[in-house]
């Protein structure tokens, strides 16, 4: 009983507790006179110090990105120095900026009221340093240097502007960069974007403008409440250039692709079939992607616009057109592969044939072609035979099937911002479009590539890959690698990617058209302007109708690949088309030709020209020498 009366341990234990609330309560009583002493006694003057001091922060903006031909030894598009003009209102004298602005816009060069635009009333006693024109010459920041004492508030520094080292051709590929508009901030804000931001508008500049920007740099100052600096040691956070980009195009043969397409409106696409990779891509009329570099470029834009016919637009990839007799490609592999007519049956072509009241004529009326089977009426491209097999043994319906098969009427997914998915025709949209039934004659039309079928040229070489590679086609792309920009480095590359394959279309049915492709070259409509003894191609011509309100014209086509008899790895695709607004000289079939003359003998367009003998074809305004 005695230990019990004498065990200490509940007091212990009172009175550790009992020293822990008084610790707890000492450190509350520090902290709330501490908060008390701040707030109440010197409130005012922390008070005082928030109104008057806080951290100013400024953009360094960083440089884009670089571009690079597929070698990465030849920049594409690089950045210069360049100079922007800022003003800070606040540093006016009162009075004075009217003035000042004034003198500004005549050594600037612009209207007074842009200048207003950009400051206005509100902002006039902002020590913010706002700015007032990018990409100004050293010359013009020269003479506002010497004239600084009568331009108080004036400034500048250094912003990086695109060069564009080689445009022409590469135009529509590589595209342009520009100011950013309200309606893209609006959706690139949460992206880091901020107002004064230089965005991609078209092409590769805009398909990769996130990969191109890189990270901007921040300034830190710390100023007063009207954006006075009060000390010398700013906080500097360096910008983080943008990504460089490796393209698939090999400038040698973008360049002869550019030449053998000439000053003619049109397009020219050279492929590799087993990649999707993009080596060159022309569309004519281009423009110089360097002119919208300026201020001015709304005013280029606008000129550019009202051209005749339409530089801005890529015929590559945004501009549709009949396939003409590049479609009986679809339609032999069609009638291969179904079976509903045999290939060495063979229909009489007398120049023409009656259907529905109407006569309809073969491109070579009198007196016809006589009789024809498959590989013969591929090859001279008879208009009869396929108005016969297509309207009376595939259908409409089956065409149509054919045709998507092959990737017509979908998006190709090539990496730009803009690209039709061309047109391809069926009974059950005329009927909704038209109000009207499907019509023998329609199926007819639809057979030699005429009708309501629209295509781009990039579709068509698309098409012949897919022959070339037996049932494959590579979805088309013009990026092939992204690179360190300091080290050089490659960060990631781009794999091919099957886009579109085949699964009703039997193995022997391509070896079948890849024979006869190879006989239209030697024996058929190609045999003159694609003989090669270089390089063996397959392919097709084309020969498409427009109906203008006074005569008749036509768009000149040529799709083929090769080499016919080497590894499909090694095969080019090469699709050109020249539109019928051009003078008439069937002449995509001689561009073709003379681009795998220099790809494949290594040679200039000149070497090119003279090789194949196509000198005497020559106009003067054609001369490239």
Not at 187 to 197: E, F, I, P, R, W
Not at 268 to 291: H, R, W
Not at 504 to 509: A, C, L, M, R
Not at 601 to 608: G, K, L, M, S
């Amino acid at each position: 009983m005695s230990n019990l009366f004498n065990d200490n341990r509940p007091i212990k234990k009172i009175i550790t507790v009992f020293i822990l609330w008084v610790i707890i309560g000492i450190t509350f009583a520090m902290y709330f006179a501490r908060l008390f002493f701040m707030q109440v006694v010197e409130g005012d003057i922390y008070r005082s110090q928030s109104r008057t001091i806080s951290s100013q922060v400024n953009t360094i903006p960083a440089q884009r990105g670089e571009i690079f031909d597929r070698n990465f030894t030849l920049p594409l598009v690089v950045n210069t120095d360049s100079f922007a003009v800022n003003m800070t209102p606040g540093e006016i004298p009162v009075g004075l900026y009217d003035t000042v602005a004034d003198r500004l816009s005549r050594y600037l060069k612009i209207p007074k009221k842009e200048i207003d635009e950009r400051i206005p009333q509100n902002l006039r006693r902002s020590f913010s340093s706002i700015e007032i024109q990018s990409n100004v010459s050293f010359s013009i920041i020269s003479d506002i240097a010497e004239n600084i004492t009568d331009l108080p508030g004036v400034s500048w520094g250094s912003k990086p502007a695109r060069n564009y080292i080689y445009t022409g051709s590469l135009s529509h590929i590589i595209g342009y960069v520009g100011n950013i508009t309200k309606d893209e901030m609006n959706v690139m804000y949460n992206k880091g974007y901020k107002a004064n931001s230089i965005v991609g508008k078209t092409g590769i500049e805009r398909q990769y403008d996130s990969l191109l920007q890189g990270i901007p740099g921040r300034e830190r100052k710390t100023v007063d409440v009207r954006g006075r600096i009060i000390s010398d040691n700013p906080i500097i956070e360096p910008p983080v250039m943008g990504k460089n980009l490796v393209l698939t195009i090999d400038q040698t043969i973008q360049n002869l692709a550019e030449k053998a397409l000439g000053e003619r409106v049109g397009a020219a696409v050279v492929l590799k079939a087993a990649t999707g990779e993009v080596l060159a891509m022309v569309s004519y009329p281009y423009f110089d992607s360097n002119i919208f570099a300026t201020d001015k470029s709304s005013s280029e834009y606008v000129k550019l616009m009202q051209s005749e016919n339409n530089p801005l637009l890529n015929r590559a990839v945004n501009a549709t057109y009949p396939p003409a007799s590049t479609f009986k490609v679809i339609m032999s592999t069609a009638l291969l592969s179904e079976g509903t007519f045999p290939p060495d049956k063979k229909i009489e072509c007398k120049g023409f044939m009656n259907y529905g009241g109407r006569v309809f004529h073969c491109w070579q009326n009198d007196p016809g072609q006589g009789f024809l089977d498959l590989k013969e009426a591929l090859a001279q491209s008879c208009d009869i035979y396929f108005w016969t097999v297509g309207r009376d043994f595939l259908g409409v319906d089956s065409i149509a099937y054919y045709a998507k098969e092959f990737g017509l009427g979908q998006d190709t997914k090539i990496d730009l911002p803009s690209r039709s998915s061309g047109f391809i025709p069926t009974a059950q949209w005329k009927e909704r479009r038209y109000h009207e039934k499907w019509m023998g004659g329609d199926t007819m039309a639809i057979s030699i590539g005429q009708g309501y079928t629209l295509v781009t040229p990039l579709q068509l070489a698309d098409m012949m890959a897919m022959v070339s590679n037996k049932g494959v086609i590579y979805r088309p792309h013009l990026l092939k690698e992204i690179r360190d920009p300091a080290t050089g480095e490659i960060i990631s590359e781009v794999k091919p990617e099957v886009l579109f394959t085949s699964h009703s279309i039997p193995e022997d049915v391509w070896t079948v058209m890849q024979d006869n492709l190879r006989y239209t070259i030697t024996d058929g409509s190609g045999k003159y302007p694609m003989n090669n003894k270089v390089v063996k191609t397959a392919g097709k011509t084309g020969t498409a109708e427009v109906t203008d309100i006074k005569q008749k014209t036509w768009h000149s086509w040529m799709v083929a690949y090769g080499p016919w008899d080497g590894p499909e790895e090694d095969r080019i695709v090469v699709a050109v088309i020249v539109e019928a607004v051009n003078g008439w000289e069937w002449w995509a079939p001689y561009a073709t030709n003379i681009i795998f003359q220099g790809i494949f003998a290594n040679q200039t367009y000149d070497e090119a020209v003279n090789a194949l003998g196509f000198r005497y074809l020559m106009k003067p305004k054609n001369r490239q020498d």
